[in-house]
């Protein structure tokens, strides 16, 4: 069963939306790995800050 063209116009439309609404205007979208990234840095940096707390008491 074929679907209407109104729908395929309608997900199209509603497609480019979505992708719009991730990113901030004139920037491309951040990558996963960037992320990932970050994640690690900060995971890292409050190890760092237990380990020094523990080592101070």
């Excluded at 979505?18 to 190890?47: E, I, V």
């Amino acid at each position: 069963m074929a679907r209407s063209a109104n729908y395929t116009k309608k997900r199209i439309r509603d497609r480019g939306r979505k992708k719009r609404g991730t990113r901030k205007y004139g920037q491309a979208p951040m990558k996963y790995s960037h992320m990932g990234a970050h994640s690690c840095w900060y995971a890292s940096g409050s190890f760092l800050l237990v380990a020094g707390a523990v080592g101070i008491a």
